[in-house]
């Protein structure tokens, strides 16, 4: 792949509504790990290896999906970022910054899907994730980038599909970190 560094890259118009669907897939997983690490936490059910494994797929979705958001730039000319889709519009879309989201992306790439030398604060089953917190500065962010995206870029159904599973989450979303378990 070629790295590149476009903030409003020209995909074609059936580009964009391919990475939607992937976007919609994307909010999907995160709402669904969501609710599934939730609903293990308030039912008392114990942790373990699938509680990991749940978790872990929650902080990839949370990453991509932060990342799909607040980044300005693609890195590889296949990258699809939010930005994109405004690319023939005199209007962009621009949420407000969250250093706080962008600072657990990079905690995510950082100290989950690598194996490093690097210290970490603690053992990767020692680490709390602030999952709500998480939460509830994406899930608006993403409702907002639905509210404003052109139809005519996105796959059919996405939008509603989108919207559907960010309504699962009940609102306001009650504080909670979770940790993976030994």
């Not at 608006?140 to 005519?152: C, G, H, I, N, R």
């Not at 699962?168 to 009650?174: A, E, Q």
Request: charge should be negative.
């Amino acid at each position: 792949m070629t790295v590149t560094n476009h903030r409003k890259r020209n995909h074609t118009d059936a580009d964009l509504r391919t990475g939607s669907d992937y976007l919609e897939y994307h909010v999907r997983m995160y709402i669904e790990t969501l609710l599934w690490l939730r609903d293990q936490h308030e039912s008392g059910k114990p942790e373990g290896t699938l509680w990991n494994a749940v978790l872990e797929a929650y902080l990839v979705h949370a990453r991509i999906l932060i990342d799909f958001l607040y980044k300005s730039n693609s890195r590889y000319d296949d990258d699809v970022i939010a930005v994109h889709y405004f690319h023939d519009l005199p209007v962009s879309f621009n949420p407000l910054p969250n250093t706080d989201l962008e600072d657990w992306a990079k905690e995510i790439g950082g100290r989950l899907v690598h194996i490093t030398t690097k210290p970490m604060p603690a053992l990767k089953s020692q680490q709390k994730w602030p999952i709500d917190d998480i939460a509830s500065g994406l899930i608006p962010t993403l409702m907002d980038f639905l509210k404003v995206v052109p139809d005519a870029l996105l796959a059919d159904g996405v939008r509603e599909d989108c919207k559907n599973h960010l309504s699962k989450v009940p609102s306001p979303i009650k504080p909670l970190s979770v940790h993976a378990t030994t």
